[in-house]
């Protein structure tokens, strides 16, 4: 599974717009690029997953460029119940059956108001 | 929709002391089950995955266990605890064919 590097936290206010960028040089063909979001004493919930280019949701939008060695999940005008911590998970996207992932330390996203 | 579910929600055992934590899934047959521990602050680390009943594979090695009984059933255990293993305990499923993991409400766990 390809590894993921993002910044540890970030900061920002309520309305702005939120871009938090993930690296992951090693992404093999197959490897799908995926977003989790957790609350704290939560558990993660999925926010977007893709594979090129961009894809939106109600949620968020995911931005890859062509060489996908990176991607940046974008959150429009975030508010104080965005602050959460955010994960980005590289791996296939059906992986035999097990689809294991693994979670890095992820993004703490603080939204102040 | 496939729902998970743990409990308890929180738990406090002493040092040598048995545990039993167990996950039923509701919606979905056949899941992918998965049991995580987040420690504070940190990422999630994988313990067990099942693709089916009495069908466990271990992550990491340590005095934990999982088992699967009933296809939507998965019980992680231990038979003497340590303080190592206080943490917060996520059992997760995944649909047959799907790649999103649906994750239950955890169960924090201190080991005194």
């Known amino acids: 599974l390809a590894k993921t590097t993002q910044p540890i936290s970030m900061d920002s206010y309520e309305g702005q717009e939120v871009n938090i960028t993930c690296s992951h040089n090693n992404i093999a063909t197959n490897d799908y690029i995926t977003w989790y979001q957790q609350f704290p004493s939560q558990g993660p919930r999925f926010i977007i997953q893709g594979y090129k280019t961009k894809v939106t949701n109600e949620v968020a939008s995911l931005f890859i460029p062509a060489d996908r060695k990176s991607s940046t999940l974008s959150l429009p005008r975030v508010s104080l119940s965005d602050t959460a911590v955010y994960y980005c998970?590289?791996?296939?996207?059906?992986?035999?059956?097990?689809?294991?992932?693994?979670f890095g330390a992820g993004t703490r996203l603080a939204v102040h108001p | 929709s496939q729902t998970i579910h743990q409990w308890p929600a929180t738990l406090v055992q002493p040092v040598g002391s048995p545990l039993s934590l167990e996950c039923t899934v509701e919606?979905?047959?056949?899941?992918?089950l998965y049991w995580y521990r987040q420690a504070a602050g940190r990422g999630l680390q994988l313990l067990f995955y099942s693709i089916g009943i009495d069908q466990i594979s271990s992550e990491v090695p340590q005095n934990l266990s999982a088992s699967r009984p009933q296809d939507r059933q998965f019980i992680l255990s231990s038979k003497k605890l340590l303080l190592s293993d206080s943490g917060f305990y996520l059992c997760?499923?995944?649909?047959?064919?799907?790649?999103?993991?649906?994750f239950g409400p955890g169960t924090r766990l201190t080991v005194t």
């Open positions: 919606g979905t047959s056949n899941p992918n």
């Open positions: 997760a499923g995944r649909l047959a064919g799907g790649y999103e993991q649906y």
């Open positions: 998970l590289v791996g296939p996207r059906f992986s035999g059956g097990y689809n294991k992932l693994i």
